[in-house]
Every structure is written in structure tokens, then in C-alpha cells.
């Protein structure tokens, strides 16, 4: 089923992987050089250094729940029914 062993090697050649994979890229570059940046005021960048590596992290998750397989895994939940308290 296009699966080599533990890892979908096939959805990481997929345009969507690629396309996460870029994503990441790009996150962490912005957080580096914001990070790096020889301005006084550091507290000013705080905020954008917690956003992007929060979702630097929420990509990464779902990149390795994706190549792990863990959706094919787990059962389908229907999200209207949960309650969201």
C-alpha cells in the first residue's frame, strides 16, 4: 500500500509532504533571524518567536503522524458530536 517498513515513504514524495516540509523551512528561518537580531528590544519579537515555533511544532507533529501512519490507525472520530468544552 505504498508503505515501506514503519514510514509512509510515499506521502513524503507527495506535494503535500513537500509542501509541510517547505512550511518548516520557512518557519524556521523567520524564527532565526528574528531571534538573531541585533536590535535592543528583544521583547518586542517574543510574541512572533512563540508562534512560530508553535506551529513549526503543530507541522512537525502532523508530518510525523502522517509518515508514521497513526490517521489510518486510530478510529475515525466524528468531531460534531464531541463536545468541545
Same mark, same amino acid.
Given at each position: 500500500m505504498g508503505t *515501506?517498513? @514503519?514510514l509512509? /515513504? *510515499? =506521502?513524503?514524495?507527495s506535494p503535500q509532504a513537500i509542501l509541510k +516540509? %517547505? !512550511?518548516? $523551512?520557512? /518557519?524556521?528561518t523567520a524564527f532565526l533571524l528574528v531571534h538573531t537580531s541585533w536590535f535592543a528590544v528583544q521583547y @518586542? =519579537? $517574543? #510574541? #512572533? !518567536?512563540v508562534i512560530t515555533?508553535? @506551529? #513549526? +511544532?503543530i +507541522?512537525? /507533529?502532523f508530518l510525523c503522524a502522517t509518515t508514521f501512519g497513526l490517521p489510518s490507525h486510530l478510529p475515525p472520530t466524528c468531531? %460534531?458530536? %464531541?463536545p468541545l468544552r
Amino acid at each position: 500500500m505504498g508503505t *515501506e517498513g @514503519v514510514l509512509n /515513504l *510515499e =506521502y513524503l514524495r507527495s506535494p503535500q509532504a513537500i509542501l509541510k +516540509i %517547505t !512550511q518548516m $523551512v520557512f /518557519l524556521l528561518t523567520a524564527f532565526l533571524l528574528v531571534h538573531t537580531s541585533w536590535f535592543a528590544v528583544q521583547y @518586542v =519579537y $517574543v #510574541f #512572533f !518567536q512563540v508562534i512560530t515555533l508553535g @506551529v #513549526f +511544532i503543530i +507541522i512537525l /507533529l502532523f508530518l510525523c503522524a502522517t509518515t508514521f501512519g497513526l490517521p489510518s490507525h486510530l478510529p475515525p472520530t466524528c468531531w %460534531t458530536l %464531541t463536545p468541545l468544552r
